[in-house]
T-cell receptor
């Protein structure tokens, strides 16, 4: 089944404790992206990747890192989480770019205390 | 700057009525305009999209119209049903199609 998966689905952590949210897709898509969703603000793009080893900043990259060592995986890294990073995070992928249908993962709800 | 404005933020309609949601974008080079539906607790899913070489696209009860001159596009839902209740997001690509900006969303309530 073609899909985008994320782990964990729910995470409670404390300020400053490094964490990684994984994202994987099995559709051989070149383009992958991370979004955060906050009430009243919609979906805001954190980082995107056009292909292996090619990443760029979205609108809200501060406090986040990403890597794209393999085509199928695009982990989101919070090196020193802060309470303002409490949010619902979605990973998405599309065949080649943001100018095509994006397929979203199930979401990761993060609470930073 | 890069922006997508979406209105209204909340929309309540009676079952069977029509609903219209509008979005305005700022980059005249944008050429792809999708609409996503997000049901409560679920992930966003594409419901319809349009490319800049057409002015209207229809799929059963939903349609999207595009006005490139005015830089706005709209989602039209006819004969609304309770299962249409959800949050709807518009989006537009920037930076050559790699960056994506979403509207803030419209929460649609369809009253039975």
């Amino acid at each position: 089944e073609a899909q985008v998966t994320q782990n964990p689905r729910y995470l409670i952590t404390v300020t400053g404790k490094k964490l990684t949210v994984t994202c994987s897709q099995n559709m051989n898509h070149e383009y992958m992206s991370w979004y955060r969703q906050d009430p009243g603000l919609g979906l805001r793009q954190i980082y995107y990747s056009m292909n292996v080893e090619v990443t760029d900043k979205g609108d809200v990259p501060e406090g986040y890192k990403v890597s794209r060592k393999e085509k199928r995986n695009f982990p989101l890294i919070l090196e020193s989480p802060s309470p303002n990073q409490t949010s619902l995070y979605f990973c998405a992928s599309s065949p080649r770019s943001g100018a095509e249908t994006q397929y979203f993962g199930p979401g990761t709800r993060l609470l930073v205390l | 700057g890069e922006n997508v404005e979406q209105h209204p933020s909340t929309l309540s309609v009676q079952e069977g009525d029509s609903a219209v949601i509008k979005c305005t974008y700022s980059d005249s080079a944008s050429n792809y305009f999708p609409w996503y539906k997000q049901e409560l607790g679920k992930r966003p899913q594409l419901i319809i999209d349009i490319r800049s070489n057409v002015g209207e696209k229809k799929d059963q009860r939903i349609a999207v119209t595009l006005n490139k001159t005015a830089k706005h596009f709209s989602l039209h839902i006819t004969e609304t049903q309770p299962e249409d209740s959800a949050v709807y997001f518009c989006a537009a690509p920037y930076t050559g199609g790699f960056k994506t900006i979403f509207g803030a969303g419209t929460r649609l309530f369809v009253k039975a």
